[in-house]
């Protein structure tokens, strides 16, 4: 079975600060991995993914994310925290193999404050 | 970028009516639409796929005869909630593959709809 688990239901860091939000996953298959970003009221955004590429995606405002197999993690990191980082953020997994996106399964979410 | 837009992005109404979501495609088509439901600081549950020119695709649990989807066209998929209480109050989110790279996994998001019931 394919699952995904966010370590971290809330991570505060100060701004100017590194960033860690963590994600392991369970996957039968190689997976799709992704990160999306929500802030208050607002859709999901994309900030990576990755695809069986390289294992280091870069993503946009500075994110990036490392795909480790043998640790089954893709946690998102960013070396310098900014106010506008505060938001809900998703560790998403699609078991490749899978026909249809329905089968993509949603972290619980990562909720990241940044303390001035 | 893909862009799906939603509408409205807010919407209240009295307990016993029905509302409907629409959830478009800008620049893109969308043979294939997502909806979910967040609780407040909960993930995305989905609750059904919609598909363009058939029936939509149901989650377990799901009242098919509560939540209405229609998906007439590529660009367009509406979920109506009808007879609306307050237990339906939450945000609905839509999203979207592009159209032949559903394989890849990347969905585009709405901007998602927040109904409350009164």
């Known amino acids: 079975a394919q699952s995904v688990t966010q370590l971290d239901s809330h991570v505060s860091v100060s701004e100017g600060t590194p960033v860690l939000l963590r994600c392991n996953y369970s996957?039968?298959?190689?997976?799709?991995l992704f990160w999306y970003v929500q802030h208050p009221n607002k859709g999901l955004q994309l900030l990576l993914k990755?695809?069986?590429?390289?294992?280091l995606v870069k993503g946009i405002n500075g994110f990036e994310a490392e795909f480790k197999k043998s640790e089954t993690s893709f946690h998102l990191t960013k070396p310098s925290a900014h106010m506008s980082d505060a938001a809900e953020y998703f560790c998403?997994?699609?078991?490749?193999?899978?026909?249809?996106?329905?089968?993509?399964?949603f972290g619980s979410g990562t909720r990241l404050s940044i303390r001035p | 970028g893909a862009v799906v837009s939603q509408h409205p992005s807010r919407v209240i109404c009295k307990s016993g009516t029905s509302v409907k979501i629409e959830c478009r495609s800008l620049?893109?088509?969308?043979?294939?639409m997502f909806w979910y439901r967040q609780f407040p600081k909960q993930s995305l549950m989905l609750m059904a796929t919609?598909?363009?020119?058939?029936?939509?695709?149901?989650e377990q649990g799901v009242e098919k005869d509560k939540f209405l989807i229609n998906h007439a066209s590529l660009t367009l998929s509406t979920l109506t909630v009808t007879s609306a209480h307050p237990e339906d109050s939450s945000f609905y989110i839509c999203?979207?593959?592009?159209?032949?790279?559903?394989?890849?996994?990347?969905?585009?998001f709405g901007e998602g709809s927040r109904l409350t019931v009164l």
């Open positions: 999203s979207a593959p592009l159209r032949d790279r559903e394989h890849t996994g990347e969905l585009f």
């Open positions: 996957s039968s298959y190689s997976p799709s």
């Open positions: 990755y695809t069986s590429a390289a294992t």
């Open positions: 998403v997994v699609r078991p490749t193999g899978y026909s249809s996106a329905s089968k993509i399964i």
């Open positions: 620049d893109f088509q969308a043979t294939t």
């Open positions: 919609s598909n363009e020119g058939s029936k939509a695709t149901y």
